[in-house]
Each structure stands twice: as C-alpha cells, then as structure tokens.
C-alpha cells in the first residue's frame, strides 16, 4: 500500500510539475533521453538542420481527450493529463493498469481571438503491447496514425504557456526557404496560427536535459524528394 500511494504521489507530482513548471533551460539532446527508459513511438530522422528536423513516424497509436476548451495550454493539459493518468491506473472498461510512455502530446487548434477558449486534446502514447486492443474508456478515444511526416523543433525548460506560440513560430520560420516549406504550408495542421502539437518527454525530477518539442505536420501528397 505504501508503495503504491508513493507511485500515486510521484504521478501526480509529475502532473503538476510537466504543466506547471520551473524556470530551468538546459541543452537538450536530439535524442529524448527519456525513450532509453520508457517506451516512445519510433521515428527516422529524414533531414536534420538548422532549427529543425523531419522525421518519419511508423503508425503511432494515441490514446486521446476529448477537445478541452481553455485559454491555457498549462491549464488544459493538466485536465486532460489527469484523465489519461486515471486511464492508465486501471479506470478503463478493462480495468487493466498500463505501462508509462511518452511523450505527453497536446494537440493545440488556436481560437480566433485573443479572450477566445483554444482547443485542446491531450495524448497518451499506447504502448506497443496494448495496441491490437487498447482498454476503451468514458470520453477518451483512440487516433491511429498512418505514416507521418513532422516538422521537429526542440526546446528545454518547464513548458509555460508563453512558449508554445514562439517556438511554434520560430520552427515555422526555420522551414521557410527550404524544401519542405511548401510541404508544411499545404497541410491543414502547419500553419502556427491554425494547428499544432507540443510534446513533453521528461519526469519532474528531470531539471537538466529536459527535451519539449513542436511538431508541424507535412503534406506529401506531392512527392517532396527525400
């Protein structure tokens, strides 16, 4: 019993320290150090250059939220974070715990208007072994992907709500210039002020090499030469 409310209290303080966080930055490797421990979705580096990389990921399964209305990314993500924290202790119609993973996705659909709610939708990595039959569960829901293209860039620190805009901006301005900008420009998810996704890696316990990053998703329907 003992160990398992100090499990409930380490989740719960990673919750609150990956949304809340600190104002540590640190130098961040290409690699996420956390996938050497847990399980992440597996990906090939296509291109890799100044301020960004293209990656290839091989049909990644996301157990999902419903989209959460909130003016902060901090916020929302806590709510959603907390749901799939609940999901993968068991509180799913299997009643089946689930092995930790990340990264912790939060997909990000800017409103129109400053005072206006954003919408969010916060993801699990399903791990490998849970894929054919993943527990359902009461307002979450499962994204398969096929294979996808993604626009990287990566950032340190405790993610804060003022981050997620600059750094979504700046890896859009990167791409400019080279041949994958058309790519991104033609995808319904690329533009910064349209669509978005920022991925978390790290336990709070982490303070240096921390890895966040956004990913801008690429249309290849016209054959960008790899």
Known sequence: MAANALNLYSFFVFAFLLINGA?????????PPSC?????????????NNGYEIRSYESPMWM??????????????????????????????????IEMTAPVL?????????FCATSFVVCFYIPKENQANPPPA??????KWGNTLAAVRQFSG??????????????????EGSKWFEAIRKSPTADPTTSYTVAQYNSPFEFDNRVN??????????????
């Open 106 to 114: 939060t997909q990000v659909s800017p409103s129109n208007g400053p």
């Open 138 to 143: 009461q307002g979450l829901h499962v994204q």
């Open 213 to 226: 990053e956004i990913w801008l998703f690429l249309d290849v329907k016209d054959n960008v030469s790899m």
């Open 36 to 48: 050497n421990r847990i399980e992440c979705p597996k990906f090939d580096v296509i291109e890799a």
């Open 23 to 31: 104002k540590t930055k640190s130098t961040v490797e290409i690699f």
């Open 64 to 97: 999902s939220t419903a989209p959460i209305d909130d003016i902060s990314f901090v916020n929302a993500t806590r709510t959603g974070f907390l749901q799939l924290f609940d999901y993968i202790q068991g509180k799913n119609k299997y009643h089946q715990k």
């Open 158 to 175: 405790f993610v804060k709500d003022y981050d997620i805009a600059e750094e979504t901006a700046a890896l859009y301005a990167s791409l």
